[in-house]
């Protein structure tokens, strides 16, 4: 034998030894009578001065004592059975807390232990007879009561109360939906078009419209708790922000009241939710044990319910497991799942690939991916976020659903006036921004984009600062005007960059370049970007090893301050024919103090005597500042005209080369518009897909106004007759293959369309046939024909009268 297995025998034997002197500690404790722990718990845990201010000194020895009897009369509801190491240490870690809050007569961690220990009773009595079917059923009971009360709630973040606020998932939570998963996407057969072919092989421009439609249309856009009914694993990727960890919380809750289907409840008895957050593995191998300690379960449970085909696994934050596990939890929950194969798992997870590539699937698994909320989504999120946010404040339940519909109803408005906002809405983390903002500032939302900006930025800062970081945190140095600086620093570079995504080692680097003019040491950058990491704010990790600002709109707001503050306009009008730069430039003429008259005036130099980008984005800039004067108005509004609206096929080919940035003076024009303005200007809007302009059309879709006379198109003018409603749908034909909110958009208002709109949208069947192009036609029609049959249900009535 040599020396080195000797030495390993050695090591073993002796951590065989101390494991068992541990053990042998672990069981005299554990028989240690509940009185007595109890009385060398309370001696260890000091009377909190803060808690007992002001409090006469009986009246807290009596609160002491009723506590301590409280908590003997629980544990002797278990029986007579020994505690634990684990419930010894949350019993000492409940007395601490309750300590600090002066031993109270209503503390709800109380109730729920003694509620605990009395349902352990039952568990602890049937594994004393060798009843392990009682056993189960006992724990499952008090495991689905513990699920409900740890995940049926939602915190209402941002109210600024003195405690933290939660509200029944019920009253606040929105249903959250997929597209669907991938592998029915690749298997998909794609369909024939039909009818003829043009001549020469090219298709016209509204042909290309209607095929790049159809493939949107065809992406499925499931409920996610409908995904999960056909696919016993499923890959939920989002971005920050979109409601990931929620969603997981809600289908825990479902499933512990029976009203989630899943492939495994389709048996009876229903799926045992196992909610685990990757965070808290501290091995990368997935068993009953490490699954039971991240779901806070016991590790025989666990292996119970995985052994018995009725487990649901939902592990949340895939990539946001630690460094020592990363890359080896999937394949070891792959493994695990070969081992209990009527496991049903969800897993959640941000983007791994940059945005248009594909993403590996593992083995087994469906990948979805979670969407942006619907513009009625939004509305039943803010209806459900003010109607909580009333409650929270123990309002009457008819006083709360009044105040709350009032500023739901007040908030929806101004959303639904601002496509700012609404692009903003789409996703749940800066829906509750807004719904915040709103409330706070008195029920109304700044008008101004900037103005907008920055009180979305405060909150999602006073976010951060609210996170419980470390004490001694790097990022808690620095108060929120530093925090904002250092961004808008991080925000300038990566837009000079021209990316909208870094690495973290970069990252690291720009925030260190800038943290010693805040006086701030360089290296602090690191454990500044290792804090904020799991934070949802202003900057997040959108994937693993990759920051980015949680919006675009964020990184060109903060741009635009940084450079008004240094006073770099130059820089901003040497890039006025960039469009990566177009909303920087219009934002930075909104800041207080900026000199927004100097910027317009360098933007309709750049353009000399013509009418070019430089016009448009001055009209913009007009917009946003705060102070413009008059004469300068005036002669943007002159030069504006020589091209707005547009009169000829030269004015409007100028503005469809001119993009998006003519986008927002072309909707401005169209109120004052005659017919044949209107008709042009749509078909312009259509032709450079300016999607802010979907909500201002929707109303001329139901317009049966017809041209009179010809208008500008490409190449000629156009000398057939349209109506204002087949303008706009084929405004909506071009928009929603690059806009699912915009499609959305139209699918609510097809019904109340022009006749004329449907012929149009109908002639598109010649190109190619889709189930759903057929859905949008039949809603209209089928909207028209139940409104033929009420007037002529109506007529006869009518006729009785006249005679």
């Not at 976010?463 to 925000?491: C, T, V, Y």
């Not at 903060?558 to 040497?574: P, S």
Request: glycine residues 6%; aromatic residues 6%; hydrophobic residues 45%.
């Amino acid at each position: 034998m040599t020396a080195a297995v000797r030495q390993a025998k050695t090591r073993a034997g002796r951590g065989k030894a101390a494991l068992a002197k541990g053990r042998a500690d672990g069981e005299r404790a554990a028989a240690e009578p509940p009185e007595v722990l109890l009385d060398r718990i309370f001696a260890e845990v000091p009377n909190s001065p803060r808690a007992s201010d002001g409090l006469p000194e009986v009246v807290g020895r009596n609160r002491r004592a009723r506590a301590k009897r409280r908590l003997v009369d629980a544990l002797a509801a278990r029986g007579p059975y020994p505690v634990p190491e684990g419930l010894r240490g949350e019993l000492r870690t409940l007395v601490e807390r309750w300590g600090q809050k002066g031993f109270e007569d209503a503390y709800p961690e109380a109730d729920a232990f003694e509620l605990r220990c009395a349902e352990e009773r039952a568990v602890l009595d049937a594994a004393a007879r060798g009843d392990e079917e009682a056993r189960f059923a006992a724990a499952e009971r008090a495991y689905r009561r513990e699920v409900e009360a740890r995940y049926g709630q939602i915190e209402i973040r941002g109210l600024q109360l003195s405690a933290r606020v939660r509200q029944d998932l019920e009253i606040a939570y929105v249903p959250l939906h997929v597209e669907g998963p991938s592998e029915e996407l690749s298997t998909a057969k794609p369909k024939k078009a039909a009818g003829k072919k043009p001549k020469g092989g090219a298709m016209t421009v509204a042909a290309r419209a209607a095929h790049a439609m159809l493939r949107v249309l065809e992406r499925p856009r499931v409920l996610a708790t409908d995904a999960l009914v056909n696919h016993p694993r499923l890959l939920i990727a989002g971005e920050p922000g979109s409601g990931k960890s929620t969603l997981l919380a809600y289908l825990a809750t479902r499933a512990v009241r029976g009203e989630l289907i899943t492939p495994t409840s389709r048996r009876e008895p229903a799926s045992i939710p196992l909610l685990v957050p990757v965070r808290a593995l501290q091995e990368p191998a997935a068993s009953p044990e490490s699954i039971a300690h991240a779901a806070g379960a016991e590790a025989w449970f666990v292996e119970a319910t995985l052994r018995r085909g009725r487990a649901l696994l939902l592990i949340d934050g895939l990539d946001e497991a630690r460094a020592q596990v990363a890359g080896r939890v999937l394949p070891a929950l792959t493994a695990m799942l070969d081992a209990y194969p009527g496991t049903s798992v969800v897993v959640t997870t941000r983007p791994a690939a940059a945005p248009g590539e594909d993403e590996n699937t593992p083995r087994g698994f469906a990948r979805v991916r979670l969407l942006p909320m619907t513009r009625d989504e939004v509305g039943v999120f803010i209806d459900r976020w003010c109607l909580a946010a009333e409650l929270s404040l123990n309002k009457p339940r008819g006083q709360a659903e009044f105040d709350a519909r009032d500023a739901a109803d007040d908030l929806k408005e101004r959303v639904r006036a601002s496509r700012a906002i609404e692009k903003l809405a789409q996703t749940p983390l800066l829906c509750s921004v807004i719904c915040v903002v709103h409330r706070f500032l008195g029920q109304r939302i700044p008008e101004r984009r900037v103005a907008l900006y920055e009180a979305i930025t405060n909150v999602l800062l006073y976010e951060w600062d609210r996170a419980k970081f470390a004490e001694g945190a790097a990022i808690g140095k620095l108060d929120a005007h530093a925090k904002r600086a250092l961004l808008a620093r991080l925000a300038l570079s990566m837009h000079r960059a021209r990316v909208a995504e870094l690495p973290a080692e970069e990252v690291v680097q720009r925030l260190a370049a800038h943290l010693p003019d805040l006086g701030r040491p360089e290296d602090e950058a690191a454990a500044i970007v290792a804090e904020i990491r799991d934070r949802n704010g202003v900057l997040v990790e959108r994937a693993p090893g990759s920051f980015a600002f949680s919006h675009l709109t964020f990184q060109e707001y903060l741009a635009a301050m940084d450079l008004v503050n240094a006073h770099k306009y130059d820089e901003l009008l040497r890039n006025h024919k960039d469009k990566w730069w177009h909303e920087v430039i219009v934002l930075s003429a909104g800041f207080p103090g900026a000199h927004a008259d100097r910027i317009i005036r360098g933007l309709l130099g750049k353009d000399g005597e013509g009418v070019a980008e430089g016009t448009m984005l001055a009209a913009q800039c007009a917009e946003t500042a705060i102070e413009v004067r008059q004469t300068l108005r005036k002669e943007i509004e002159k030069r504006v005209a020589r091209l707005v609206p547009p009169a000829s096929p030269r004015e409007f080919q100028t503005l469809y080369n001119l993009g998006e940035v003519a986008g927002p003076v072309l909707l401005r024009s169209l109120d004052k518009a005659n017919t044949e303005e209107k008709a042009s200007i749509i078909m312009l809007l259509a032709h450079i897909r300016y999607e802010p302009a979907t909500r201002a059309i929707l109303k001329f879709l139901k317009d049966p106004s017809r041209t009179d006379r010809p208008f500008a198109s490409f190449v000629r003018m156009f000398n057939k007759s349209r109506t204002l409603a087949e303008c706009a749908a084929f405004f909506m034909l071009n928009i929603i293959q690059v806009s699912e909110t915009a499609f959305s958009a139209f699918f609510d208002a097809i019904p109340l369309a022009d006749p004329s709109a449907i012929q149009y949208m109908r002639a598109f069947m010649d190109f190619a046939k889709s189930d759903k192009l057929r859905a949008l036609i039949e809603r209209a029609e089928a909207a028209h024909a139940k409104a033929s049959s009420a007037s002529a249900a109506r007529s006869p009535r009518r006729a009785a009268r006249s005679g």
